[in-house]
């Protein structure tokens, strides 16, 4: 039976994740999240402390060993903005798409460059899929005032980004 399961071939479309709390593919949640975490009576968390860790590099996963050594072209960068946006976001795509350029351009270079590139795209989708979700959680965790919350971001170089985490400066958090 185990053996099954760890075989199976589970696919999501990129940045989304296909696993979640379920049993027999049906959520083990009641309601949606956001809506357990509003009332202390209701919030099936609020009892319990919770430890919400981030990283500077998470999401440098989803780029190959190649964009992480030489950076990203500008149709690259597009490429993968565009997917992020059309598997994230249901309305206005191509607003949230200019809105996501505009905000992690550096504008304090007069070209960009494949490196800057790269940490602005890492930045992003750092940002979108772990940062949010991860504050926002522990921001809801923490208004219940039922039990402590606690958040770190972990800035060590990591040896699996090699070269990578030694060149980026991210500082969005």
């Known amino acids: 039976m185990s053996s099954c399961k760890v075989n199976v071939d589970v696919r999501s479309p990129k940045y989304l994740s296909s696993f979640g709390p379920t049993i027999d593919r049906r959520s083990v949640l009641p309601r949606d999240i956001r809506r357990l975490m509003t009332k202390p009576r209701e919030a099936v968390f609020a009892g319990v402390a919770l430890l919400v860790g ?3 590099v998470d999401a440098a996963f989803f780029l190959t060993a190649r964009d992480l050594v030489d950076g990203l072209d500008a ?15 249901v309305y206005h795509r191509q607003y949230i798409y200019d809105v996501l350029v505009h905000q992690y351009t550096d504008w304090e270079r007069t070209v960009a460059d ?42 060590y170089p990591s040896r699996i980004t090699g070269k990578y985490s030694q060149q980026i400066t991210v500082g969005h958090l």
């Open 114 to 155: 494949p490196e800057s590139r790269r940490n602005s795209l890492i930045e992003l989708l750092a940002d979108g899929i772990y940062v949010a979700p991860g504050v926002e959680l522990a921001q809801r965790h923490a208004s219940l005032g039922a039990s402590a919350t606690y958040l770190y971001l972990l800035d």
């Open 75 to 89: 149709g690259r960068l597009r490429r993968m903005l565009r997917t992020y946006v059309q598997n994230t976001f």
């Open 54 to 56: 981030l990283s500077r």
